[in-house]
């Protein structure tokens, strides 16, 4: 029994039964257990491997670099353009193959912690200083090895890192990998084997098909939820095909007018609720409805194709019905479909669908619509500010351009109603540095403030690649 377990006992049944404290001895000490447990301070033993760290094998980077660091890891440009900085700093530092210095080891392994997607830029900059910090705290424990090289033991490693080193290891070795992921889940929780069978789908084939139909069958419902997303990646799979099954006598194509209909499902067959078709819909969605919209996200998007007899754009531009868009958008997001996410962003741009795009293509998209060209001639600035927020988080000097353009052609008494978009021109090339500089004292304050914010932190990307070079 611990101090505070045994304080409180002695506190219910009183210092006359239990004898030891006195009473102003025993609110003392359990007053300063209540202040060490508010603090968070626990006291844990560890055996270090090692007194002190391995002799670094990269070169720290410079003070100034490390100056730029620590301002992008400040408030100075604002908390939403923190990651963004830092991502960029990152970057450059790990191309030129340099560390940090000492003193901010500790705040990038803390930024590492809040934020998963930086970790691999972190670890490579860090340093052997950086690893040996990391290996003294599960908190950090993220940081205390590469994942790609490094053998972990599934019996102590922390998820997050027992997670990275079962994505290596399946895309080096897929079936010795699933191997891996079968026997590191054995004895978890449901929430953490179905986070570590989320593993699978680096270098997923239908070679897993097996397992992942055994997971429709365990009694979590995450678990379940993981199998049904992975198999949707798999066309060729049984449960690609059932969902087929399902489609077929609800769709009729009329050829004349390559005119899809498509019927609502009067009930579920038996075996839908194993395939992850959630009978129940949400707030404010019809059952049926919300039936077909889970059958089209599973079906094949290749099966629309010959069934009608027509090309993606051509069908997305007239959806038999709603629930059949946002089912086709689902198994893009799914099946990762490139030419079917193109259609449907040209027939309906949708912030959502950015994210389904590559790179060059979203950004060829949303050149266009900063230009005001077909197809998004009707597109208003507040909705093309809302598909820019989802979009890269650099522009290209392209799009950069465009959209520098359009902000300098907004009246200054109007540019208030404008502020979505003014607030995204720190992801800006600093190819427009200059026509950024040219804006700057032509609209209100309040934007005038956003302009050279931006202004800002373009100059500090052209001062982090200067020194990097």
Same mark, same amino acid.
């Given at each position: 029994?611990?101090?505070?377990?045994?304080?409180?006992?002695?506190?219910?049944?009183?210092?006359?039964?239990?004898?030891?404290?006195?009473?102003?001895?025993?609110?003392?000490?359990? #007053?300063?257990?209540?202040?060490?447990?508010?603090?968070?301070?626990?006291?844990?033993?560890?055996?270090?491997?090692?007194?002190?760290?391995?002799?670094?094998?990269?070169?720290?980077?410079?003070?100034?670099?490390?100056?730029?660091?620590?301002?992008?890891?400040?408030?100075?440009?604002? *908390?939403? !353009?923190?990651?963004?900085?830092?991502?960029?700093?990152?970057?450059?530092?790990?191309?030129?193959?340099?560390?940090?210095?000492?003193?901010?080891?500790?705040?990038?392994?803390? &930024?590492?912690?809040?934020?998963?997607?930086?970790?691999?830029?972190?670890?490579?900059?860090?340093?052997?200083?950086?690893?040996?910090?990391?290996?003294? !705290?599960?908190?950090?424990?993220?940081?205390?090895?590469?994942?790609?090289?490094?053998?972990?033991?599934?019996?102590?490693?922390?998820?997050?890192? /027992?997670?990275?080193?079962?994505?290596?290891?399946?895309?080096?070795?897929?079936?010795?990998?699933?191997?891996?992921?079968?026997?590191?889940?054995?004895? /978890?929780?449901?929430?953490?084997?179905?986070?570590?069978?989320?593993?699978?789908?680096?270098? $997923?084939?239908?070679?897993?098909?097996?397992?992942?139909? #055994?997971?429709?069958?365990?009694?979590?419902?995450?678990?379940?939820?993981?199998?049904?997303?992975? &198999?949707?990646?798999?066309?060729? #799979?049984?449960?690609?095909?059932?969902?087929?099954?399902?489609?077929?006598?609800?769709?009729?194509?009329?050829?004349?007018?390559?005119?899809?209909?498509?019927?609502?499902?009067?009930?579920?067959?038996?075996?839908?609720?194993?395939?992850?078709?959630?009978?129940?819909?949400?707030?404010?969605?019809?059952?049926?409805?919300?039936?077909?919209?889970?059958?089209?996200?599973?079906?094949?998007?290749?099966?629309?194709?010959?069934?009608?007899? !027509?090309?993606?754009?051509? &069908?997305?531009?007239?959806?038999?019905?709603?629930?059949?868009?946002?089912?086709?958008?689902?198994?893009?997001?799914?099946?990762?479909?490139? *030419?079917?996410?193109?259609?449907?962003?040209?027939?309906?741009?949708?912030?959502?669908? &950015?994210?389904?795009?590559?790179?060059?293509?979203?950004?060829?998209?949303?050149?266009?619509?900063?230009?005001?060209?077909?197809?998004?001639?009707?597109?208003?600035?507040?909705?093309?500010?809302?598909?820019?927020?989802?979009?890269?988080?650099?522009?290209?000097?392209?799009?950069?351009?465009?959209?520098?353009? /359009?902000?300098?052609?907004?009246?200054?008494?109007?540019?208030? !109603?404008?502020?979505? $978009?003014?607030?995204? $021109?720190?992801?800006?090339?600093?190819?427009?540095?200059?026509?950024?500089?040219?804006?700057?004292?032509?609209?209100?304050? #309040?934007?005038?403030?956003?302009?050279?914010?931006?202004?800002?932190?373009?100059?500090?990307? *052209?001062?982090?690649?200067?020194?990097?070079?």
């Amino acid at each position: 029994m611990t101090r505070w377990d045994d304080g409180v006992a002695a506190l219910l049944v009183g210092t006359e039964r239990r004898p030891g404290l006195s009473e102003a001895e025993l609110l003392a000490m359990l #007053s300063r257990e209540a202040t060490r447990r508010r603090a968070g301070i626990r006291i844990v033993h560890r055996q270090l491997t090692s007194d002190h760290a391995s002799p670094e094998t990269l070169v720290e980077c410079s003070g100034k670099g490390a100056q730029l660091l620590d301002l992008a890891l400040s408030d100075h440009f604002g *908390t939403a !353009s923190k990651p963004v900085l830092a991502r960029t700093w990152l970057g450059a530092c790990r191309r030129a193959d340099r560390i940090v210095p000492p003193q901010l080891v500790r705040p990038l392994l803390e &930024l590492g912690t809040r934020d998963v997607t930086i970790r691999a830029e972190v670890r490579a900059v860090i340093g052997e200083r950086g690893r040996w910090m990391a290996a003294m !705290s599960k908190r950090w424990g993220w940081a205390g090895a590469d994942a790609e090289a490094a053998e972990v033991d599934p019996e102590s490693a922390p998820l997050d890192v /027992l997670g990275d080193w079962l994505r290596s290891q399946r895309r080096t070795d897929p079936p010795a990998g699933q191997v891996a992921i079968v026997e590191a889940v054995a004895g /978890l929780a449901a929430a953490d084997r179905a986070e570590l069978y989320g593993a699978l789908e680096e270098g $997923l084939s239908l070679g897993d098909e097996p397992l992942l139909e #055994s997971m429709l069958d365990e009694r979590s419902t995450k678990i379940r939820r993981v199998a049904v997303d992975l &198999l949707a990646q798999l066309p060729g #799979s049984a449960w690609s095909g059932r969902m087929a099954d399902r489609i077929d006598p609800l769709v009729a194509v009329q050829r004349s007018g390559t005119k899809l209909t498509v019927e609502l499902p009067e009930t579920l067959d038996a075996a839908a609720g194993r395939d992850g078709i959630v009978e129940k819909p949400p707030p404010g969605t019809g059952r049926q409805a919300w039936w077909l919209r889970q059958i089209v996200a599973g079906v094949p998007l290749d099966w629309w194709v010959q069934a009608s007899g !027509s090309e993606p754009a051509e &069908l997305v531009a007239r959806p038999p019905l709603s629930e059949v868009r946002a089912g086709w958008i689902d198994a893009v997001r799914r099946q990762r479909d490139a *030419t079917w996410a193109a259609a449907l962003f040209d027939a309906a741009p949708d912030p959502a669908l &950015l994210e389904l795009l590559d790179e060059a293509t979203a950004t060829d998209r949303l050149v266009v619509a900063a230009k005001g060209k077909r197809p998004f001639r009707k597109l208003g600035i507040n909705q093309l500010a809302g598909l820019l927020a989802a979009g890269p988080e650099r522009w290209s000097p392209a799009l950069s351009l465009a959209v520098v353009d /359009l902000a300098g052609g907004i009246k200054r008494e109007s540019a208030a !109603s404008f502020r979505p $978009l003014f607030t995204l $021109l720190g992801r800006a090339d600093h190819t427009v540095l200059d026509q950024l500089v040219r804006l700057a004292g032509r609209f209100p304050d #309040s934007i005038d403030r956003l302009v050279r914010e931006a202004i800002n932190q373009l100059t500090f990307t *052209t001062s982090v690649e200067e020194e990097f070079t």
